[in-house]
């Protein structure tokens, strides 16, 4: 063998010493992660499968831990993770990070090699129970709920009084669990949620009251007096007369059924009543004790005038309520059908 093929075979025998170990230690390193690979934002650049586990957990444990806390309407709220039922699988999240390729030089854009994009965030296998989530976040809105109160109206005789209305409160409970949702599958988000109850109206305030009840009779039986109100202030007052003991005027509330000028007088079949009972007198008759005007409220009973003025102040009637005829006819242009009237 000559010198010259002497040194080749020499020289390609140390290539392949030299070769062989290389590629034997190349075989036996474990893959590692691509650079600029993380999850949850923990750089995982290089580290090998056990490496990655290791850093997640150490690195993520205590974010994990935290609880989500709720501030809303002054109060303060916190759910567990263990009462979320939170898992964290530090594994998975590295191997998740391990397939996260960088693309070859070959590679079209986009093209992964079937990983995450180079470069990339990877999602954590975390995990949580959304039923429980749901179960706190109706908690925490049943916690500052305040349903709201409708303005009311006491009528008295003397005085009408108004209650106002107050306001409610209302928390949209599936929106607060999507961001406690949201929360706890991201480690690295606050766990602090400032939510805001939305406030609920009533479906009466004290201007509708006042629409409602524009005008309003009171008819004290013992004082015989009628007062007469307007939007909720006392506006004029009169003297009555009101039933005889045997024929008391009916107390309660009633409302002004119809309203007649010079009304018929459908005489009932009263004792009383004597031969006229169960006829009928024409209006501005000087037989009609319903005089100039009249205002039906319940079974034959109504407001009017009458001719005996001497009976205003006393239990005259048998059942009405007598005005005289001056003040009735005041007091009629006032008063609309379904006006609310109390006798007490």
């Known amino acids: 063998m000559s010198f010259r093929r002497a040194?080749?075979?020499?020289?390609?025998?140390?290539?392949?010493?030299?070769?062989?170990?290389?590629?034997?230690?190349?075989?036996?390193?474990?893959?590692?992660?691509?650079?600029?690979?993380?999850?949850?934002?923990?750089?995982?650049?290089?580290?090998?499968?056990?490496?990655?586990?290791?850093?997640l957990q150490s690195s993520l444990k205590t974010r994990v831990g935290q609880p989500v806390v709720v501030r809303v309407a002054g109060k303060r709220f916190a759910i567990e993770p263990s009462d979320a039922k939170v898992t964290f699988d530090a594994l998975t999240t590295a191997k998740r990070a391990i397939r996260a390729v960088k693309p070859s030089t070959t590679a079209q854009a986009g093209d992964t090699a079937g990983g995450t994009a180079f470069g990339a965030d990877v999602p954590l296998a975390i995990r949580h129970s959304r039923i429980a989530v749901r179960a706190f976040a109706a908690t925490v809105a049943a916690g500052v709920a305040r349903a709201p109160h409708d303005a009311t109206l006491t009528i008295g005789l003397k005085r009408l009084t108004v209650r106002r209305a107050k306001l409610g409160l209302g928390l949209d409970a599936p929106a607060l669990a999507a961001k406690i949702?949201?929360?706890?599958?991201?480690?690295?988000?606050?766990?602090?949620?400032?939510?805001?109850?939305?406030?609920?109206?009533?479906?009466?305030?004290?201007?509708?009251?006042?629409?409602?009840?524009?005008?309003?009779?009171?008819?004290?039986?013992?004082?015989?007096?009628?007062?007469?109100?307007?939007?909720?202030?006392?506006?004029?007052?009169?003297?009555?007369?009101?039933?005889?003991?045997?024929?008391?005027?009916?107390?309660?509330?009633f409302h002004v059924q119809n309203k007649q000028v010079d009304p018929v007088w459908s005489v009932p079949?009263?004792?009383?009543?004597?031969?006229?009972?169960?006829?009928t007198v024409a209006g501005g008759s000087a037989a009609n004790p319903l005089k100039a005007r009249w205002m039906?409220?319940?079974?034959?009973?109504?407001?009017?005038?009458?001719?005996?003025?001497?009976?205003i102040g006393s239990a005259a009637s048998h059942g009405c309520v007598r005005m005289h005829v001056t003040d009735v006819k005041r007091l009629y242009p006032l008063v609309p059908v379904g006006t609310t009237v109390l006798i007490r």
Do not use: M
């Open 181 to 253: 949702d949201a929360a706890f599958d991201a480690p690295l988000a606050s766990r602090l949620i400032r939510a805001r109850a939305a406030k609920v109206y009533p479906q009466t305030n004290a201007d509708d009251l006042r629409a409602r009840y524009r005008t309003v009779i009171t008819v004290s039986k013992n004082e015989f007096r009628l007062r007469l109100f307007k939007n909720l202030k006392l506006r004029r007052s009169f003297g009555v007369a009101v039933g005889q003991p045997a024929y008391p005027t009916p107390a309660g509330t």
């Open 296 to 311: 039906g409220l319940a079974d034959g009973v109504g407001i009017h005038g009458t001719g005996e003025d001497w009976s």
């Open 7 to 55: 040194r080749r075979l020499a020289a390609t025998g140390l290539l392949v010493a030299v070769c062989l170990p290389a590629g034997t230690a190349a075989a036996q390193d474990p893959p590692r992660i691509a650079p600029s690979v993380g999850a949850g934002g923990v750089d995982l650049s290089g580290l090998t499968l056990e490496q990655a586990t290791t850093k």
């Open 269 to 279: 079949n009263s004792p009383w009543a004597g031969e006229l009972g169960g006829t």
